[in-house]
């Protein structure tokens, strides 16, 4: 199929995709817009995360708020997305393919990279190729099944959010993990904050806009 504009108003898209069609929505910025358009990813399709998870769903909404427009997409094999689940390998292949797609139709805009657990590991696997300027992760899952310690670690300004109560995520793991990077991202640690954020997620939201804005680029 051909390659869909970026659109102007909220709106699902059907994308060409590595595996088959890749099902995304767009949504334009509802503060002040600024030139960057984030793109997020889900959590674990096996354990049923989706574009639609809602910590997914108040993150790019503080990212909007604050004049980014942003793009969430369904995984291969999730929604209407086409393909199977591939531990992390074909996801990464999915983003590459999304965020391809929003530099072609947004060249003046900077690209963000974002995800939520899983989807924060995809997002790091993915940031030596497409270079972002900006990356936020969420809970990302440091010691569970995938090697955190082969990533290549993004070089750009980076925001860590990670709940202190977390149930599925180690956060004494992902502190540790931080603290041995020799340039460490920012980090934020919400207390009483379990994995998927219940009663925060608007302090959630708080953290997504306060974290982000000394990086938000010129409108100018």
């Not at 399709?45 to 793009?71: I, S």
């Not at 300004?157 to 990670?162: D, E, F, G, R, T």
């Not at 109560?165 to 009483?192: F, G, H, K, N, S």
Request: proline share 11%; hydrophobic share 45%.
């Amino acid at each position: 199929m051909p390659a869909p504009s970026f659109p102007t108003e909220p709106a699902s898209v059907l994308l060409d995709g590595p595996a088959g069609a890749l099902e995304l929505a767009v949504d334009p910025a509802e503060g002040p817009p600024v030139p960057a358009v984030a793109v997020f990813c889900h959590p674990l399709p096996t354990e049923g995360g989706t574009m639609h998870n809602k910590v997914v769903t108040m993150a790019t909404r503080a990212l909007r708020e604050v004049g980014v427009d942003t793009v969430r997409f369904n995984f291969r094999g999730v929604g209407a997305s086409q393909g199977h689940f591939d531990d992390g390998n074909g996801e990464t292949e999915d983003l590459v393919a999304v965020a391809s797609w929003v530099r072609a139709q947004r060249p003046a805009a900077a690209l963000w990279l974002g995800g939520f657990s899983f989807g924060a590991y995809v997002a790091l696997r993915a940031a030596p190729t497409l270079q972002p300027a900006f990356m936020l992760s969420i809970a990302p899952p440091v010691r569970r099944s995938w090697d955190f310690d082969a990533l290549l670690l993004p070089t750009c300004p980076w925001l860590v959010i990670q709940g202190e109560a977390d149930e599925i995520v180690d956060p004494q793991a992902v502190y540790a993990w931080i603290e041995a990077m020799a340039t460490p991202p920012q980090l934020v640690r919400m207390p009483d904050t379990s994995h998927f954020f219940h009663r925060r997620l608007m302090d959630l939201r708080g953290a997504v806009k306060n974290g982000v804005r000394p990086w938000l680029p010129s409108a100018a």
